[in-house]
């Protein structure tokens, strides 16, 4: 029971938890790796969300928390069997993404090799929808 008898806090802390908000945040140009100024939401934050994550080393910046960023550095300059650099990255990037709460699957997983340049594509399926993603890594 409340303080206040006029307000009902039971209801509201309900409705709060059954809630998700809407992701936002400041939209990238990936051209050229600047903001925009702009703000997007939903898919398109998420995408973004995915993009900043994907671009930040694990447990290297005391900013963030240590859910935050991909551990692909483990696997650089390392003399790893292809086999094993294709599953550990998908096992960092899955660990990574799923800090999220509106991402719900990581789909059709594919990694090229070309030369020093690992190439992986895959699409996270959200609560806004499907967002493709195309990420290179280099010296893997």
Known sequence: MSLFPFIDQEDKSEEIINKKKIPIEYEVDFKTGKLTGRMVQGKEAIKIWIYKVLM???????????????????????????????????????????????????????????????????????????VEIHDKYSNL
């Not at 699957?105 to 090799?113: A, D, I, K, P, R």
């Open 56 to 130: 930040t080393p694990r447990f290297r910046h005391l900013i963030y928390t240590w859910d935050y960023g991909v551990e692909t550095e483990d696997l650089i300059n390392k003399s790893f069997d292809r086999a094993f650099v294709e599953s550990e990255l998908q096992r960092y990037i899955k660990e990574a993404l799923f800090v999220n709460s509106y991402i719900k699957e990581v789909t059709n997983f594919s990694v090229t090799f070309e030369k020093t340049l690992l190439i992986c594509d895959f699409t996270v399926i959200t609560d806004f929808g499907e």
